[in-house]
């Protein structure tokens, strides 16, 4: 995990020291040094292109030639190797023990300097989820979602953690250069310490950078990675990812194609692809993919989640004064949150739900995706099960989601592993789980105020019977989907001849696999679990046709001639949404009509 500066005894035996002539036209061009022995020019260095520079300890200059020019003017360098084409111009408090690749430009900053052995944000412990520390998770590049969700997810101290010592291993082996990269520009800034800036990326205007690095995997014409005007950043990796408009960020992974801006906040949290941050806050935030926050006043804190859109004024609670902020809850994927809305954790909130007024009573509605919660005048959650999958926004939203990855249009290396379809295996699971659930609970009386209680949440029985029609409906859309014309797979069978039982899936930050093939997955090193878990990626539509042949019984088999009628009535229900919605926007624009 240790970086440190090139030796510059390397440098030097393609250099040479100066003659006394061109010491005495560097003197008179207002540069100074404590030894002119230590510097170092070649034989290709115009001293017409540097003035007023004071050398202090080991400097290697290099030829000062190409696009840039290589003027420096009004600096301090000191122990530090400027390659060819190097602009440096007024860096009053100077740049001590850098390296700047060929190409850069530094302009208008008052400080860089490397510590030795500068870490550059490796190694950075973020207090993820649960703020004391219990779920910590270590920053390196090339972390993935799925990776950093199974450690998260792992606390420590359990009889396991295995997670711990591959992570050290690695970052025994990890490192980024502490250095100003290729064609790299550093413009208009405060103080830099410690942080490596990538190749062809730009940080203009940042307050203060500190312990960090901004790192690009693009093609140089495809650029993302930028820190921008006053960003104030401590012990942080940014990974083709963008942070500007005077952001505060502690102690945190900004992944690839994420985008932080407009004066928000986050410390102790992670962001993986194409997360969109604004206005708000975020505190010991998993956000996994596509999650987003556009709003002032919206707080996010002690939870994970993807997929996410939080309406204005969310808001959280991780702390109840008693053991401390430890509570921490999980939104899973495609959780939307109106505006006010509230939740006290602990809670799991079930995939694809709209969650509506204040939630008090640490629900969990995992087993009921798909659904409106509503919060009543006591805190407690009322549940309309099924309702999100009439709606048509959840169609679409399932299609602009991977035109809209920032990733792909970059030409990156995807680090996170995405499973776009909102009925997959694991949504499809829990459908009929609920299914089953809601038979159950159809059986029982309902109590005085009419309402069916299940796992602290209130539904009524005229909710339940509408859901198990509505989840009926999208169980043969999922099929006519998936089989097509097609006939189901045979159940697969184990040793005694008996039906193999339904793989459970799981959703990891936006990846859905079948648990069991992770059982051993940190008994390797991190790269064969990053293998591990791209080889499922790679393999998820044979999985996936596999584990419907197990979980689909006699009963939709019985039914397999229903399945493309029964597919049509749920695309007619979310064409009746449509046509609704648009019915209501024409007539509110009749109602603002000028003329």
């Known amino acids: 995990m240790k970086t440190s500066l090139p030796k510059t005894d390397d440098a030097r035996r393609n250099g040479r020291r100066p003659e006394w002539w061109e010491v005495q036209r560097l003197e008179s061009q207002g540069c100074t040094a404590d030894d002119w022995s230590r510097v170092t020019i070649s034989s290709d260095t115009d001293l017409s292109r540097i003035h007023h520079i004071d050398f202090m300890g080991d400097v290697i200059i290099g030829p000062l030639g190409g696009e840039y020019g290589g003027r420096l003017s009004h600096a301090i360098i000191s122990d530090s190797v400027l390659e060819a084409g190097v602009t440096v111009m007024n860096v009053p408090g100077g740049l001590k023990n850098a390296v700047v690749r060929q190409g850069a430009v530094i302009m208008n900053t008052d400080r860089i300097e490397y510590e030795p052995e500068a870490e550059c944000g490796v190694g950075v412990e973020v207090a993820v989820l649960d703020e004391s520390g219990s779920r910590r998770v270590l920053l390196w590049p090339g972390l993935s979602a799925q990776l950093a969700a199974l450690i998260a997810r792992t606390p420590q101290g359990a009889d396991s953690p295995a997670w711990e010592t591959l992570v050290a291993d690695h970052l025994e082996q990890t490192s980024v250069p502490a250095e100003i990269g290729e064609r790299a520009e550093i413009r208009d800034c405060g103080v830099l310490k410690n942080v490596s800036v990538g190749p062809f990326c730009a940080v203009t205007g940042a307050s203060r950078l500190e312990n960090g690095a901004l790192i690009n995997n693009a093609p140089s014409e495809k650029i993302l990675p930028f820190i921008g005007h006053g960003v104030d950043a401590v012990n942080f990796i940014v990974e083709d990812g963008r942070i500007d408009s005077n952001s505060i960020i502690r102690n945190c992974y900004v992944g690839q194609g994420v985008e932080i801006e407009k004066g928000f906040t986050a410390h102790d ?26 709003h002032k006043s919206t707080l996010l804190i002690g939870c994970m989640l993807s997929f996410m859109n939080a309406g204005s004024a969310t808001n959280q609670s991780n702390h109840m004064y008693k053991l401390g902020p430890v509570h921490w809850g999980i939104l899973e994927r495609g959780v939307k949150t109106s505006s006010n809305s509230y939740l006290m954790l602990g809670a799991k909130i079930g995939a694809f739900s709209l969650l509506m007024g204040d939630h008090k009573t640490h629900p969990d509605s995992s087993e ?23 709606s048509c926004g959840l169609m679409r939203d ?25 009925l997959n295996p694991h949504t499809v699971s829990h459908i009929l789980r609920a299914l089953e659930t809601i038979g159950e609970l159809l059986t029982r009386p309902a109590d005085d105020d009419r309402f069916v209680r299940y796992k602290g949440m209130k539904l009524t029985r005229a909710s339940l019977e509408r859901a198990r029609k509505i989840y009926s409906l999208a169980i043969y859309k999922y099929l006519h989907t998936k089989l097509g014309d097609r006939p189901f797979p045979e159940p697969e069978l184990d040793e005694n001849g008996e039906p193999v039982k339904p793989w459970r899936w799981i959703d990891i930050a936006g990846q859905v696999v079948p648990a069991h093939v992770l059982k051993d997955i940190e008994k390797g090193s991190v790269t064969e679990a990053e293998t591990l878990l791209d080889s499922i990626q790679e393999r998820y539509a044979d999985l996936e046709y596999r584990w419907i042949g197990q979980a689909f019984g006699p009963y939709w088999r019985e039914r397999r001639d229903r399945v493309a009628h029964e597919a049509a009535r749920f695309d007619e229900m979310v064409d009746e949404d449509r046509q609704s919605y648009r019915d209501q926007l024409n007539a509110e624009n009749a109602m603002l009509r000028l003329l």
């Open 269 to 294: 949290s992670l962001f993986f692809a194409n997360c969109s941050m604004e206005n708000g806050e975020a505190c010991a935030v998993f956000a996994g993919p596509y999650s987003v926050s556009m």
């Open 368 to 390: 009921f995706p798909f659904s409106y919660l509503f919060g009543d005048e006591k805190g407690a959650t009322v549940v309309v099960p099924a309702m999100m999958l009439r």
């Open 398 to 422: 399932e299609k602009k989601w991977p035109t809209r990855d920032r990733r792909v249009k970059r030409r990156l290396p995807l680090h996170d592993r995405i499973t776009f379809e909102v």
